[in-house]
C-alpha cells in the first residue's frame, strides 16, 4: 500500500458520498444548472482525479516508510483540543483553555505539575484581559468568572 | 502618469497620519514576529489579528493586516539562516545556503542580505504595483461574467502546472477545495447545500477556520513531540555588514528575483512559495560556481528572499485590479475589508480611493520600517526563538481557538478548524501539497456564480465563453497549458517544468 493509493481512495470515497448526498438537489440542465449541478460536476471530477492517483500510485512512498513517529502525540494533542471545544461554551474561555494549556504543558510536556498550573493560569488570564478588555472580544464567560464576581 | 502620481501623494497623505501609521508599525512588528516564529505562518498570524480589525475602519484594517503579510516575508528568513528551520514555507530554499553561511561564520551577512534583497523587492514591485495596477483595474471594468469564469479557470490551471509535482495531485487537492466552497446556500436558489442540519453552515465554510486549521494546526500536529531544536546563533550587530564580494554576488540575483518573484506571484498559487524555489534553480542554472549552492552560495540566499517578497506585491495585483484573491492570505485580506461594506476589484479604486492608495502607500512605508525592524532589532526577534516549544505551542492553539471563534461567535468554525487539521496533517505526511484546497475554496463561489451567470446572458448557450475576446484569450491560453502539461505524457518527452526545474532544488529530506 502506498501513499497515493491512500489519499485517492479517500477521493474516490469521499466523491462518490457527495454524488449521493446531492440526489435531493435539483441538477437543472446543461444550459440552465440548478444547485446540484456544479457539485455533482466537481464530484465527478473528484472521482476521475482519484482513480487516476491511485493507478499512478505505484511511484509514490510506501505507507510504511512514511515517518509517523510524532503520530502518537499528534493524536493526544488532537483529542484535548477537541475536548477543549466541547467544553469551551459550557465552561467558557478560562476555564476551558486553562485545563487546556495545565493539561498539555504539565502532563504531556511533562514540565512539571506547579509550573504548568502557573503557566496556564498567567496566560489565560491575561489572554483573557487582553481578548476581552483591550481588544473587544466576546468570548464566553462560563460559570466560574460570574461566580467569582467578575 | 502625472495622475498616479497625484494619487500616490493622496494614499501618503492617508498612510501618514499617525494613528495609521502605528497600524502599519504594529501590523510590520506582527508579522516579523509571526515569520520567525517556526508553526505560525503568515495566513494564521492574519486569521488570528483578524477580529482585532473588525473595530477598525478599511484603510486602517487593511494597512495592519498587509503588514502581516509582507513582514512575514522578512522575519521567515532568520529562523532558516539562524536554525535550519522555515519560519514560513517560502523560506524553505533560505535554510540550504542560509544555515551553510551561519555554520561558515557568516550569518551576520546571511542576515543583512536578506533584508536588503526584501527591502529591494519590495520597493520595486510596489512601485510596479503603482503603475500597473490602476490600468489593469481600467481594463478590468470590461471584465464580465464569461471573463471571470475563464480568468478562474486559466488560474487554477497556472497553480497545477507551475507546481513542481503532478499536475492532477494539484488539480485533484484544487477541486476537493472547490466542493467544499459549495457547501451552504446557493446563492441563487436559496437551496441548503450540505449543510448537514447545521444553520451555522448556511454561509458555507469560511477561509478563516480551513486555512488556520490546515496551515497552523496541521503543522503544530506534525510538529509534536518533536525533538529540541538546535541552539539559536545570535550574531552582534556589527557582524552584519557583509564583505564587498558577498555583495558584489547578490546584486544580479536580488534583481533577477524581484522580476520573476513579481511575475509569478501575478498567477494564483502560493506564489511565494514557487518564487523562492525558481529564483534558486535560476540563480544556480546561471551561477559561474554551482558548486557552491548547497554550501553556503550568497547568491542562493540573496535571490529566493528578493523572490518571494516580490511574489508579496505581485499577488496584490490581482487582488486590487480584479477582486481575485492569489491565494489564501489575499482571500482573508478581500473578506477583511468586505467586512467594512468595501468590496476589492476595479471598482476599489473609483469608489473608496482612500483604501486603494492608502494601502499602496502603506506599503512604501512598510518596507522601510520593516528595514529598521530586522536589523537593529533582530536580537529581540532572535529571543523569541528561546521560548520553549513545548510553551509555544499550548499558546498558538489557543490564539488559533480564539481567532476562529472570533469571527463568528461560533463553536462550529472551531470544529473545522479542527477537522482541516487532522486533513492538513495527513495531507502533509503523504505529501500532497494543502495550498490549492483552500484555494480552491475561496475561488468556488466566484467561480459558481460566474458560470451561472455567464449562462444566463447567453441564454444558456456555452459558446458565450469563444465569442467574447477576452474570455476566448484566457481559455486559449488555458488550453495552451493543458497541452504543454499532456505533451510530455502523450510523446513520453521530457516535462518542460522538470528541465525549467533542474538542476534540482529540492530540499533536503529533513526540511519537507
Known amino acids: 500500500m502506498r501513499a497515493d493509493h491512500?489519499?485517492?481512495?479517500?477521493?474516490?470515497?469521499?466523491?462518490?458520498?457527495?454524488?449521493?448526498?446531492?440526489?435531493?438537489?435539483?441538477?437543472?440542465?446543461?444550459?440552465?444548472?440548478?444547485?446540484?449541478?456544479?457539485?455533482?460536476?466537481?464530484?465527478?471530477?473528484?472521482?476521475?482525479f482519484g482513480v487516476v492517483i491511485v493507478l499512478l500510485g505505484r511511484t509514490s512512498p510506501r505507507l510504511r516508510d512514511v515517518r509517523w513517529q510524532e503520530s502518537r502525540r499528534?493524536?493526544?494533542?488532537?483529542?484535548?483540543?477537541?475536548?477543549?471545544?466541547?467544553?469551551?461554551?459550557?465552561?467558557?474561555?478560562?476555564?476551558?483553555?486553562?485545563?487546556?494549556?495545565?493539561?498539555?504543558?504539565?502532563?504531556?510536556?511533562?514540565?512539571?505539575?506547579?509550573?504548568?498550573?502557573a503557566f496556564a493560569l498567567t496566560v489565560v488570564l491575561a489572554s483573557f484581559y487582553l481578548f476581552t478588555r483591550v481588544l473587544g472580544a466576546n468570548l464566553p464567560r462560563g460559570p466560574l468568572l460570574p461566580w467569582l464576581g467578575f | 502618469v502625472p495622475e498616479t502620481l497625484a494619487n500616490l501623494a493622496f494614499g501618503f497623505a492617508v498612510v501618514l497620519q499617525p494613528d495609521v501609521l502605528v497600524f502599519a508599525f504594529l501590523g510590520c512588528f506582527v508579522g516579523t514576529a509571526v515569520g520567525v516564529l517556526p508553526g505560525i505562518g503568515p495566513l494564521a498570524g492574519i486569521a488570528l489579528v483578524l477580529p482585532v480589525t473588525f473595530g477598525l475602519d478599511a484603510t486602517r484594517a487593511i494597512v495592519m493586516l498587509s503588514?502581516?503579510?509582507?513582514?512575514?516575508?522578512?522575519?521567515?528568513?532568520?529562523?532558516?539562516?539562524?536554525?535550519?528551520?522555515p519560519g514560513a514555507a517560502a523560506s524553505v530554499v533560505t535554510c540550504i545556503d542560509g544555515y551553510e553561511m551561519t555554520r561558515r561564520g557568516r550569518a551576520g551577512p546571511a542576515l543583512f542580505l536578506t533584508t536588503i534583497a526584501s527591502f529591494v523587492a519590495g520597493?520595486?514591485?510596489?512601485?510596479?504595483?503603482?503603475?500597473?495596477?490602476?490600468?489593469?483595474?481600467?481594463?478590468?471594468?470590461?471584465?464580465?461574467?464569461?471573463?471571470?469564469?475563464a480568468l478562474l479557470m486559466l488560474g487554477l490551471l497556472v497553480l497545477a502546472f507551475m507546481s513542481s509535482?503532478?499536475?492532477?495531485?494539484?488539480?485533484?487537492?484544487?477541486?476537493?477545495?472547490?466542493?467544499?466552497?459549495?457547501?451552504?446556500?446557493?446563492?441563487?436558489?436559496?437551496?441548503?447545500?450540505?449543510?448537514?442540519?447545521?444553520?451555522?453552515?448556511?454561509?458555507?465554510?469560511?477561509?478563516?477556520?480551513?486555512?488556520?486549521?490546515?496551515?497552523?494546526?496541521?503543522e503544530i500536529l506534525a510538529s509534536a513531540g518533536l525533538a529540541a531544536r538546535p541552539a539559536v546563533r545570535h550574531p552582534r550587530l556589527r557582524d552584519l555588514v557583509p564583505s564587498r564580494e558577498e555583495w558584489r554576488r547578490s546584486q544580479g540575483p536580488i534583481a533577477r528575483g524581484t522580476v520573476l518573484g513579481f511575475l509569478i506571484g501575478l498567477v494564483p498559487g502560493s506564489g511565494h512559495i514557487i518564487a523562492s524555489f525558481a529564483s534558486y534553480a535560476l540563480e544556480r542554472k546561471l551561477s559561474d560556481r554551482p558548486e557552491e549552492f548547497g554550501h553556503g552560495a550568497v547568491a542562493g540566499v540573496s535571490g529566493p528572499e528578493a523572490a518571494n517578497n516580490a511574489a508579496t506585491s505581485g499577488a496584490f495585483?490581482?487582488?486590487?485590479?480584479?477582486?481575485?484573491?492569489?491565494?489564501?492570505?489575499?482571500?482573508?485580506?478581500?473578506?477583511?475589508?468586505?467586512?467594512h461594506g468595501v468590496a476589492a476589484g476595479p471598482q476599489l479604486m473609483v469608489h473608496h480611493p482612500d483604501v486603494f492608495w492608502g494601502f499602496v502607500a502603506s506599503m512604501y512605508v512598510g518596507n522601510l520600517m520593516l528595514l529598521v525592524l530586522n536589523l537593529p532589532l533582530i536580537g529581540l526577534f532572535v529571543a523569541l526563538l528561546r521560548v520553549p516549544y513545548p510553551l509555544l505551542y499550548p499558546t498558538i492553539i489557543m490564539f488559533c481557538i480564539v481567532g476562529?471563534?472570533?469571527?463568528?461567535?461560533?463553536?462550529?468554525?472551531?470544529?473545522?478548524?479542527?477537522?482541516?487539521?487532522?486533513?492538513?496533517?495527513?495531507?502533509?505526511?503523504?505529501?500532497?501539497?494543502?495550498?490549492?484546497?483552500?484555494?480552491?475554496?475561496?475561488?468556488?463561489?466566484?467561480?459558481?456564480?460566474?458560470?451561472?451567470?455567464?449562462?444566463?446572458?447567453?441564454?444558456?448557450?456555452?459558446?458565450?465563453?469563444?465569442?467574447?475576446?477576452?474570455?476566448?484569450?484566457?481559455?486559449?491560453l488555458a488550453a495552451v497549458l493543458l497541452a504543454l502539461a499532456l505533451w510530455p505524457t502523450l510523446t513520453r518527452g521530457r516535462d518542460l517544468r522538470r528541465r525549467v526545474a533542474e538542476p534540482g532544488v529540492e530540499p533536503p529530506p529533513d526540511l519537507r
Do not use: C
Request: hydrophobic share 60%.
Open chain 1, 6 to 48: 491512500v489519499v485517492g481512495g479517500a477521493l474516490v470515497l469521499l466523491a462518490l458520498w457527495v454524488l449521493a448526498g446531492s440526489r435531493d438537489l435539483p441538477l437543472g440542465r446543461l444550459a440552465f444548472p440548478g444547485p446540484g449541478f456544479m457539485p455533482g460536476l466537481l464530484a465527478l471530477l473528484l472521482l476521475a
Open chain 1, 74 to 117: 499528534a493524536a493526544v494533542v488532537f483529542a484535548i483540543i477537541a475536548l477543549t471545544t466541547l467544553a469551551f461554551q459550557t465552561l467558557g474561555f478560562v476555564l476551558a483553555v486553562g485545563l487546556m494549556l495545565f493539561v498539555l504543558v504539565a502532563l504531556v510536556e511533562r514540565q512539571g505539575l506547579l509550573f504548568g498550573l
Open chain 2, 67 to 85: 503588514g502581516i503579510y509582507y513582514g512575514s516575508m522578512y522575519g521567515s528568513s532568520t529562523t532558516s539562516i539562524l536554525m535550519r528551520i
Open chain 2, 123 to 149: 520597493t520595486v514591485s510596489v512601485v510596479v504595483l503603482t503603475a500597473i495596477a490602476p490600468p489593469l483595474a481600467a481594463f478590468a471594468l470590461r471584465f464580465g461574467p464569461p471573463e471571470y469564469t
Open chain 2, 165 to 218: 509535482g503532478s499536475m492532477v495531485r494539484v488539480l485533484a487537492m484544487a477541486v476537493l477545495g472547490l466542493l467544499v466552497g459549495m457547501i451552504g446556500i446557493d446563492p441563487m436558489t436559496g437551496h441548503f447545500r450540505y449543510s448537514f442540519g447545521l444553520a451555522e453552515l448556511g454561509d458555507g465554510v469560511s477561509i478563516v477556520p480551513l486555512a488556520i486549521g490546515l496551515f497552523g494546526l496541521g
Open chain 2, 317 to 339: 495585483v490581482p487582488m486590487l485590479a480584479l477582486g481575485i484573491p492569489t491565494g489564501p492570505v489575499t482571500a482573508v485580506l478581500i473578506a477583511a475589508i468586505m467586512i
Open chain 2, 404 to 476: 476562529v471563534y472570533q469571527v463568528n461567535g461560533s463553536v462550529v468554525d472551531v470544529w473545522i478548524m479542527l477537522v482541516a487539521g487532522v486533513v492538513g496533517y495527513l495531507l502533509r505526511k503523504l505529501d500532497f501539497d494543502i495550498a490549492p484546497v483552500a484555494l480552491g475554496l475561496v475561488l468556488a463561489p466566484i467561480l459558481e456564480l460566474s458560470l451561472r451567470q455567464s449562462l444566463i446572458m447567453s441564454n444558456g448557450n456555452y459558446a458565450i465563453f469563444v465569442q467574447r475576446p477576452i474570455a476566448a484569450t484566457l481559455l486559449a
